[in-house]
C-alpha cells in the first residue's frame, strides 16, 4: 500500500529565512510524488511532481524537491520564504495504476513578517 | 483556458437530505476524481472515472454515487446526509486514467454545510 507521513503539522518561519517541509513516503514500487499548496477556501494548486526522471525537481514559485530513496523522503524546500507562500501543503503519492491519490496530513506554514 | 469548475461553491443541507455536486474537468481530460476534505485533514479519494466507467473507489459507504457524461463532465451524488459529510468536496481532472505519473488538477471545491 501507498502512503504518505508528513512529519511537521504546523511550520513557522520568518520571511527571508528557508523554508523545509518534510515528507517521508512508503511504496512498494518505484513511487509518483507529488507536493501541493492550498490557500484558505481553495482547491489545490500543483506546486512540482517526481516521476523518477530526476531526483531533484524544480516547481513553481521557487520550491523544489529532492527524492531521496534511500531515505524514502520527498522534502519540499525553498530558499527565502514570502508572505504569500503561507498556507497549507500536502505531499502526496499515487497509486500504481494513477487512480487514487493518497495525501498526508498537510503541513500548515506560517511566515512571520 | 477554463480549470476545473466546480458548482454550487457552498451549499447548505439537513440530515437525510440528497444532494448532487457538479464538475466540468478542464477541456480535453476525459478523467475525473473526487475527493472529500474534512476541516483540518488531507483529501480522502472517493472516485474515479474515466470514459464514463468507474476506474476506483475509495472507502466510502454505497450512499455516495457518480457518474461522468459523454461530456466527460461528472456529478458525485450523496444519499441520507449525515453531520459527518460535512467537508469540502474536491473534483480533480486528468487527460487519460490510469497513468501515475499524471499531475491532478483540482477545482475550488463546494463547501457543504449539514445542519
Known amino acids: 500500500a501507498q502512503s504518505v507521513t508528513q512529519l511537521d503539522s504546523h511550520v513557522s518561519v520568518s520571511e527571508g529565512t528557508p523554508v523545509l517541509l518534510r515528507c517521508n513516503y512508503s511504496s512498494s514500487y518505484s513511487p509518483s510524488l507529488f507536493w501541493y499548496v492550498q490557500h484558505p477556501n481553495k482547491g489545490l494548486q500543483l506546486l512540482l511532481k517526481y516521476t523518477s526522471a530526476a531526483t531533484l525537481v524544480k516547481g513553481i514559485n521557487g520550491f523544489e524537491a529532492e527524492f531521496k530513496k534511500s531515505e524514502t523522503s520527498f522534502h519540499l524546500t525553498k530558499p527565502s520564504a514570502h508572505m504569500s507562500d503561507a498556507a497549507e501543503y500536502f505531499c502526496v503519492v499515487s497509486d500504481l495504476g494513477g487512480n487514487q491519490f493518497y495525501f498526508g496530513t498537510g503541513t500548515s506554514l506560517t511566515v512571520i513578517p | 483556458d477554463a480549470g476545473v469548475t466546480q458548482s454550487p461553491t457552498h451549499l447548505i443541507k439537513t440530515r437525510g437530505q440528497h444532494v448532487t455536486l457538479r464538475c466540468s474537468p478542464i477541456?480535453?481530460?476525459?478523467?475525473v476524481s473526487w475527493y472529500q476534505q474534512v476541516l483540518g485533514q488531507g483529501p480522502q479519494f472517493i472516485f474515479q472515472?474515466?470514459?464514463?466507467?468507474?476506474?476506483g473507489r475509495g472507502n466510502f459507504p454505497d450512499r455516495f454515487s457518480a457518474r461522468q457524461f459523454p461530456n466527460y463532465s461528472s456529478e458525485l451524488n450523496v444519499n441520507a446526509l449525515l453531520l459527518g459529510d460535512s467537508a469540502l468536496y474536491l473534483c480533480?481532472?486528468?487527460?487519460?486514467?490510469?497513468?501515475?505519473?499524471?499531475?491532478?488538477?483540482f477545482g475550488d471545491g463546494t463547501r457543504l454545510s449539514i445542519l
Open positions: 472515472y474515466y470514459e464514463k466507467e468507474e476506474r
Open positions: 477541456s480535453g481530460h476525459k478523467s
Open positions: 480533480a481532472s486528468t487527460p487519460l486514467g490510469g497513468y501515475s505519473n499524471q499531475p491532478q488538477h
